[in-house]
């Protein structure tokens, strides 16, 4: 764990981070996340993913879950769009704050703080998984998602911190692929400058 004090240092060591992608091993770490959550530096876009905002138009909202959820901007996004949102994160700040603001908006939603290992996906539970900005996918990810949604249930990712080229597409090769980007441009952290940013959204198949 590095120790930075004052808002200087921490976007300093944010911007390092972020050119692999946003920390994962520092992901685990509340004190770290609030830290970020509480900094007045504004490192990251505030409004939902937008990639999220497009895959949900247009379908009939369920039952979603928010991985990472932060300070709820996606959490709160979909509530605001009828869907039952469950959103966690290991950040008690970041959880805290999403649910004063959704008390000011008069929104309802399951916020836990908690990390994704300790978080029980259960089996055909979830509508829409979105997972943004969090951490790199795993080959096995595919399988553990596909489990926890239901039939038609969609994944949605967004990240800069990326692998090889089109290996995170070849795990959800079973999936129907509604959507898919690799490309430079402007990500949800650090948006001053472009980055390789990697998009999916994809479908759990009706049938097994």
Same mark, same amino acid.
């Given at each position: 764990?590095?120790? +930075?004090?004052?808002?200087?240092? #921490? %976007?300093?060591? =944010?911007?390092?981070?972020? $050119?692999?992608? &946003?920390?994962?091993?520092?992901?685990?770490?509340?004190?770290?996340?609030?830290?970020v959550?509480r900094?007045?530096?504004?490192?990251?876009?505030?409004?939902?993913?937008?990639?999220?905002?497009?895959?949900?138009?247009?379908?009939?909202?369920?039952?979603?879950?928010?991985?990472?959820?932060?300070?709820?901007?996606?959490?709160?996004?979909?509530?605001?769009?009828?869907?039952?949102?469950t959103?966690?994160?290991?950040?008690?700040?970041? +959880?805290?704050?999403?649910?004063? #603001? %959704?008390?000011? =908006?008069?929104?309802?939603? $399951?916020?836990? &703080?908690?990390?994704?290992?300790?978080?029980?996906?259960?089996?055909a539970?979830?509508?829409?998984?979105?997972?943004?900005?969090?951490?790199?996918?795993?080959?096995?990810?595919?399988?553990r998602?596909?489990r926890?949604?239901?039939?038609?249930?969609?994944?949605?990712?967004?990240?800069?911190?990326?692998?090889?080229?089109?290996?995170?597409?070849?795990?959800?090769?079973?999936?129907?692929?509604?959507?898919?980007?690799?490309l430079?441009?402007?990500?949800?952290?650090?948006?001053?400058?472009?980055?390789?940013?990697?998009?999916?959204?994809?479908?759990?198949?009706?049938?097994?």
């Amino acid at each position: 764990m590095i120790c +930075v004090g004052g808002t200087q240092l #921490l %976007a300093a060591l =944010l911007v390092i981070c972020s $050119r692999g992608g &946003v920390c994962w091993g520092q992901q685990d770490d509340a004190s770290y996340w609030n830290k970020v959550y509480r900094t007045d530096q504004s490192v990251f876009v505030h409004r939902p993913n937008a990639l999220l905002v497009s895959a949900v138009k247009g379908r009939q909202p369920g039952k979603a879950l928010d991985i990472g959820m932060g300070q709820g901007r996606n959490t709160i996004f979909l509530a605001q769009q009828g869907w039952e949102v469950t959103g966690f994160d290991p950040s008690d700040e970041g +959880v805290r704050q999403a649910r004063d #603001l %959704a008390g000011k =908006l008069g929104l309802h939603f $399951r916020a836990l &703080v908690t990390r994704e290992e300790d978080f029980d996906l259960g089996t055909a539970q979830w509508d829409l998984i979105v997972m943004t900005y969090i951490r790199r996918l795993r080959a096995e990810d595919a399988d553990r998602f596909a489990r926890a949604l239901r039939p038609q249930g969609i994944f949605v990712y967004e990240n800069n911190n990326v692998g090889k080229p089109n290996e995170l597409v070849r795990y959800f090769l079973a999936w129907r692929i509604l959507r898919f980007e690799d490309l430079e441009t402007t990500a949800d952290w650090h948006p001053d400058r472009p980055q390789r940013v990697e998009r999916l959204v994809a479908e759990k198949p009706a049938v097994d």
